[in-house]
């Protein structure tokens, strides 16, 4: 069950903050410098090896004994869903195990459930690597807590206490009474509206919250855990951290951004608190009810002899540190690239060196500088949209509805146009590429940033001012004032005389004070009362106005600077005049009619089948789509054999109790594939969440994933009156069309499969047939051998 | 000539092309044999199938409709070699032996040897045996998602066709008698037959698929349209009459218009 999905705002700011900043300093260490992503370790667990099949089957034979027949087929519809689904989720790639936050995770659940073994025993806690803040329970005692949860703990009781809350629905059996009571019709307690499943479902909820208190009861854990665990649930909808985001963090001396690109505090959303909102088509009760009726059950207590922390203090801010780390990374796998910028940003704040924080700041603006640039012209994308495994990417900078300090990301953001985003990303990231030279990604993100700058945003070097901002505030500043002089004021006179001065020293002292001086309305006010009406005032329009080309004026003085950046221009002219073909040609290599793809070596990622059947109730055939997807692995792998094509499988339908280094591959591959697909058909953008590349290389020496897939869909059939008609009243004559026609079954298979290349971010080859014929094995054959084949034959020259 | 050089052009641009790409085969697997099973209706009651339409007086253009339609085939077999050249086309070639059946309702003026007068006699539902030998060549381009030689496909075909008639009785008696002898009319067929041979051409829409990856099953709709016949040979005089000849010689022609088929063959 969904633990905290519904948020509601409230009206308030929690001091998060003060959570945030007790206690971390014992364990900052590791974090000082770097961060390495967490990957799942040590065995893997049976739920892995077993298939969704045998897991179904042996929870379907529990319900052997039930009398009620119409109970009877709603559990055992009810666990074959459930199971699937669960199998599913499990292989998605985003559930770790055995890391370090899994692994405290569960020493918490060991310690919350001390005097319950049997319950112990029968949980089984994930970590998923998702931002939403949550955590839910599957009817076989399996739990699972996001990333985003573990990131907003304030502490160890208030993960006990979501923990406790979870293990009452497993014990319960919440899940499968739900479904029994709303899809078996001898259950007449509920009617199956909306309304009442609403209603069903929170009635759960205020029994989970219950007893999860008399588990918690019988813990040390303070009770304090659980008024915390709703308060952080309240405001789950904003970053795990609220500090102000300082304008001058993404500038410098030649980068100074225009006022009217930043909210003033007065601008900035609040924080809107409402804890008794309107929950009457929601899951869960509202937070209010939640804490009166948890109050209500708990009685008169002592906290006393009752601890926050039981396992471990330093483990747990630990673990969370670890998860808000986490989050930078989910978040630009999202594309939430606000989102990853503000929290890096917090990070930032107490890991100021820290690398890895700054490469998220670096990676979430290039992507938005390539998300929100021109697509190059004669682009044709590689993928056809007929086949939409993933749909155009759309990223939302809106900033209206964003509370809290984040929402200046969100708004800075917003304001940039293409060309400033792009500006912005190269100065970011050629900065930090001075400062962390042996990192090849970043040398890629800013040759791409050239390119992007110069081919798709048309800018040249002389779109750039020769004098640096610096030197015009300097000259034209200085020489401007004293004209005036004479007739000013001398105390505004100085004020402003100051306020201009100070401009060039912002680099080296505290911009926000000097920036609220001469701030444009401030600014204009004073030199109008001084009687200075024109002069300055233009100046600094102009330096607002034209903020973004005195960005770059002082590193274009670097010659490695500007001789990227000449490179990028000649590429530009280059491949306007075509000179390029097979960059003109990029993105359109599907087309078989030009020969093969010439790769030796491919990695076959986790194919998927899917059957589907229109005709019954759940659509859905589970177990035909495993037992189909087990002899699509053996087509694949007997087909690649068969056109001489090296082929690793990871799968994580085969994976055996030891394939953990796989688990992890097919993770880190998954990832990058969702990624991919986040960004639809924009290959201005890179995969940035991870360098599954690099290691794939260096691993198993190809740089070539293979996805593939068949989804086969039954449907009802038409116009069977009409051929029985047709056959009678032809006199037969058309009984050899109308004959087959009414045995045949009715049903649409598509096969597609996509390589991609990793390391050029970019599909190098797609295959896809869409036929209205049954999923034969001829077809998969004729269909994958032509992949294989065309992948590894060599390109033809026309 | 010219359709020479069209089919040769066409063949020229579909070759080439073929050569530009990748060609899968299946599993790599490009040619294949296969028998077919070609099955017509063999229609008692003319139908704009095989219309005969009236060319002279006293013709019998159509039968009766006394007989019901339903299961009665003509059937041809035949014998084919196809070779995947391209992603969606194949080329192949084929020998088919058609030996089925037709009947004759028809009416013949005969000039009364007595009188010398001449009578319309009426023949009724006369059995000819037929034979035909087809040797074609086809173009086949497979569908938008197919991919040779899985899949639905179009089949071109352009071939010579041989047919031969020969009815079942030695002697065809007559339904209706001379007014003058009160008499049936008698034809001696037995050293009678006819031949015909042209050039036709003719088009097929089918599915292939693959079993056990060896095994061809294939099926679907065939027609073939021959071209005006080039010659016929009729070997008896008795039956040198022009309206059975005509009649006999228009229903050899388009009697293979339309087949239906079904094939089983082995890929390698």
């Known amino acids: ?798 | 000539m010219k359709r020479g050089i069209y089919i040769l052009f066409v063949l020229f641009v579909f070759v080439i092309d073929a050569q530009s790409q990748i060609v899968p085969g299946y599993q790599g697997k490009r040619t294949f044999v296969n028998y077919q099973l070609n099955i017509g209706p063999a229609f008692r009651r003319p139908t704009f199938l095989n219309m005969v339409s009236p060319t002279s007086k006293g013709s019998y253009p159509s039968g009766t409709a006394e007989e019901a339609i339903f299961f009665s085939f003509n059937t041809t077999h035949s014998l084919n070699i196809e070779r995947v050249m391209g992603r969606k086309f194949a080329m192949s070639f084929s020998y088919s032996l058609a030996a089925s059946k037709d009947y004759f309702t028809f009416s013949q003026d005969i000039a009364d040897g007595a009188s010398g007068q001449t009578t319309t006699y009426v023949f009724r539902n006369k059995q000819l045996n037929v034979f035909g030998h087809y040797y074609q060549g086809g173009l086949i381009f497979y569908g938008r998602n197919a991919l040779a030689p899985f899949g639905k496909y179009f089949k071109l075909n352009m071939g010579y066709c041989s047919m031969m008639g020969k009815f079942t009785d030695d002697e065809l008696v007559s339904e209706t008698k001379s007014p003058y002898t009160d008499v049936q009319a008698k034809l001696d067929t037995k050293n009678a037959y006819y031949k015909t041979h042209s050039f036709g051409w003719g088009f097929s829409f089918g599915m292939n698929r693959i079993f056990y990856n060896k095994l061809v099953i294939n099926r679907g709709i065939s027609f073939f349209l021959p071209t005006k016949p080039d010659d016929f040979i009729k070997s008896s005089p008795d039956i040198s009459l022009k309206n059975i000849t005509t009649t006999v010689v228009k229903r050899l022609q388009p009697r293979d218009l339309a087949t239906f088929y079904i094939g089983c063959g082995y890929l390698f």
């Not at chain 1, 155009?392 to 929402?407: L, P, R, T």
Request: some cysteine; glycine content about 4%.
């Open chain 1, 1 to 798: 069950m969904i633990f905290g999905i519904y948020m509601k705002k409230l009206s308030f700011i929690l001091g998060l903050t003060g959570f945030l900043s007790l206690g971390v300093k014992a364990q900052t260490k590791q974090f000082d410098s770097d961060y390495t992503p967490l990957m799942s370790s040590g065995v893997l667990p049976k739920i892995y090896t077993t298939s969704a099949t045998e897991k179904a089957n042996k929870d379907i034979a529990t319900v052997k004994k039930e009398k009620d027949y119409r109970t009877k087929r709603a559990k055992e519809n009810f666990y074959l869903i459930s199971n699937f689904q669960m199998d599913q989720l499990l292989r998605s790639g985003k559930i770790m195990f055995n890391d370090s936050l899994s692994l405290f995770v569960n020493k918490v659940a060991d310690e919350a459930f001390k005097d319950m073994p049997e319950v112990r025993k029968s949980l089984q806690i994930f970590v998923m690597k998702s931002d939403i803040v949550n955590a839910f329970t599957a009817d076989n005692g399996i739990i699972i807590v996001s990333v985003g949860l573990l990131a907003q703990l304030d502490n160890e009781a208030q993960l006990a206490y979501i923990l406790c809350h979870e293990a009452s629905h497993f014990i319960k059996k919440h899940s499968v009474d739900s479904y029994v009571v709303f899809n078996s019709s001898s259950q007449s307690s509920y009617k199956r509206n909306s309304l009442d499943k609403y209603k069903y479902s929170q009635d759960a909820e205020y029994e989970a919250d219950a007893e999860g208190l008399k588990i918690f009861k019988k813990t040390k854990y303070s009770y304090k855990g659980i008024s915390g665990a709703f308060n952080m649930l309240k405001y789950s909808y904003l970053p795990f951290d609220e500090i102000k985001f300082e304008k001058k963090f993404l500038e410098d001396s030649s980068l100074v951004f225009p006022k009217n690109y930043f909210l003033t505090d007065t601008e900035l959303n609040p924080i809107k608190v409402d804890e008794n909102y309107d929950d009457s088509k929601s899951t869960h009760p509202n937070i209010k009810k939640r804490k009166d009726n948890v109050s209500k059950e708990l009685g008169e207590f002592s906290d006393e002899g009752r601890e926050k922390f039981l396992v471990n203090k330093d483990q747990f801010y630990n673990m969370r540190e670890m998860a808000r780390f986490e989050l930078c990374n989910i978040d630009l796998q999202q594309e939430e690239y606000a989102d990853c910028i503000y929290e890096s940003y917090v990070l930032l704040k107490k890991y100021p060196n820290n690398a890895y924080l700054k490469k998220m700041i670096g990676k979430a603006l290039f992507n938005v500088a390539a998300a929100k640039a021109p697509k190059e012209k004669d682009y044709k994308p590689a993928l056809e949209p007929t086949i939409d495994i993933a749909g155009d990417s759309y990223i939302s900078y809106d900033y209206s509805s964003v509370e809290g300090n984040s929402q200046q990301v969100y708004h800075l953001l917003n304001k940039l146009s293409a060309p400033e985003s792009n500006i912005l990303a190269l100065h970011y990231n050629w900065k930090l590429k001075q400062e962390l030279s042996d990192d090849k990604q970043l040398s890629q993100l800013c040759d791409s940033l050239f390119i992007l700058l110069a081919l798709n945003n048309e800018t040249t070097i002389a779109y750039f001012n020769k004098k640096s901002r610096t030197e015009y505030i300097n000259e034209t500043f200085v020489k401007a004032t004293p004209a005036v002089l004479d007739s000013a004021n001398t105390v505004k006179v100085d004020t402003v005389k100051k306020t201009m001065r100070s401009l060039d020293e912002l680099e080296n002292d505290d911009m926000d004070s000097k920036i609220s001086r001469i701030g444009t309305q401030q600014v204009a006010q004073e030199i109008k009362a001084s009687k200075i009406v024109n002069a300055d005032s233009i100046h600094y329009a102009k330096l607002e106005s034209e903020f973004d080309k005195y960005a770059l004026t002082d590193l274009l003085r670097g010659k490695d600077f500007e001789s990227k950046f000449v490179r990028a221009e000649e590429f530009n002219k280059d491949y306007r005049n075509k000179k390029f073909d097979n960059i003109v040609q990029k993105g359109t290599k599907s087309t078989t009619n030009v020969g093969g793809v010439g790769v030796d070596k491919i990695i076959i990622l986790d194919p998927f089948y899917i059957k589907t059947d229109e005709r019954i109730r759940d659509n859905y055939k589970y177990y035909d789509s495993e037992e189909k997807l087990n002899e699509y692995a053996n087509v694949l792998k007997e087909n690649a054999k068969l056109a001489n094509l090296d082929a690793v499988y990871i799968d994580s339908h085969s994976l055996n109790t030891n394939d953990i280094d796989t688990y992890n591959d097919y993770t880190l591959l998954n990832d990058w594939m969702s990624e991919f697909m986040e960004h639809g058909y924009n290959r201005n953008m890179m995969i940035l969440g991870n360098d599954a590349a690099e290691k794939m290389q260096k691993k198993y020496n190809t740089r070539f994933v293979l996805w593939s897939g068949v989804y086969n869909n039954r449907t009802e059939k038409k116009n069977v009156g009409a051929a029985i008609a047709l056959t009678v009243f032809s006199g037969g004559l058309f009984a050899p069309f109308t004959i087959p026609y009414l045995f045949r079954k009715e049903q649409q298979t598509l096969y597609f499969s996509v390589l991609y290349d990793l390391e050029q971010n970019e599909i190098l080859y797609t295959n896809t047939s869409v036929v209205r014929l049954s999923d034969s094995r001829d077809f998969l054959n004729a269909f994958v051998y032509d992949t294989m084949l065309t992948i590894k034959s060599k390109p033809k020259q026309r």
